[in-house]
Nanobody
Framework: QVQPVESGGGLVQPGGSLRLSCAAS????????MYWYRQAPGKQRELVAA???????SYADFVKGRFTLSRDNAKRMAYLQMNNLKPDDTAVYYC???????WGQGTQVTVSS
């Protein structure tokens, strides 16, 4: 089972940028999809973006044009570049390898002036 560890969150002003990282322990050989989710206070966890092992990406409408997901299979890392952040982006962000993979602890992103 691949265990993800998220990092890179923090406090940023509206319009600012952050880059989240996800490190994977374990063998990713049989895992194609990797996902970023987020969960805001009082809300359900929602899918933000996904990427295949070949680098094909898809994004939720609310982040299209602002977030970019990438991965480095050799380093077992994935990255979520978040630009033009908005207060509504405030949430705990989680990464996940595979549709039924383990959840990490998440990393808090707070967008506030």
């Amino acid at each position: 089972q691949v265990q993800p560890v998220e990092s890179g969150g923090g406090l940023v002003q509206p319009g600012g940028s952050l880059r989240l990282s996800c490190a994977a322990s374990g063998n990713l050989f049989s895992i194609n999809y990797m996902y970023w989710y987020r969960q805001a206070p009082g809300k359900q966890r929602e899918l933000v973006a996904a990427i295949t092992s070949g680098g094909t990406t898809s994004y939720a409408d609310f982040v299209k044009g602002r977030f970019t997901l990438s991965r480095d299979n050799a380093k077992r890392m994935a990255y979520l570049q978040m630009n033009n952040l908005k207060p509504d982006d405030t949430a705990v962000y989680y990464c996940r390898f595979g549709a039924t993979g383990s959840w990490g602890q998440g990393t808090q992103v707070t967008v506030s002036s």
